[in-house]
């Protein structure tokens, strides 16, 4: 009997983490720093989102399995972003339904999904905390929700 040894899997790129460099406070770099951030920054694509909430949880169609692992990634960050803007303001503590939405995104997002087959399931869970959580924000922070041919005739 031969065993084969394989190779270590290497990390999908879009895990990879780069730590963020350390910018004393009140220093031209600081502020330079924040500068390039605002001009880098994108807003959040509410629109994409809908679109693909859609796909994984009302289409007859959902994604196929290679697929899956690229969706949960992109629902993984937007819920990530929505988390951030549902928890951000100290002053004004977000009520506990929202708090268990961030809460059971972040564990289901946490999940292995392997290569995206038979993912479905943990996929359609984070599709609908992330729209429960949309909803919540849009009705809590007064978060605009419209469509993206609406923006372009503005």
Known sequence: MTVVEAAPPKPHPLSVHVPEKHVPL???????????????????????????????LESPTPPPDRELVHVHWELRSWHERL??????????????????LVNAGRAIGDELIG?????????????????????EIARTQGLRVEDDEDQGQA
């Open 83 to 100: 988390s951030t803007i549902a928890t951000a303001d100290q002053r004004f503590p977000p009520p506990a339904d929202v708090l268990r």
């Open 26 to 56: 009140r220093t031209p770099e600081f502020y330079a720093d924040i500068v390039a951030r605002l001009r880098l920054w994108k807003p959040l694509p509410v629109g994409t989102i809908l679109d693909t909430l859609h796909q994984v």
């Open 115 to 135: 290569d995206g087959t038979q993912a479905l399931g943990p996929v359609r869970r984070l599709a609908s905390t992330l729209s429960d959580l949309l909803d």
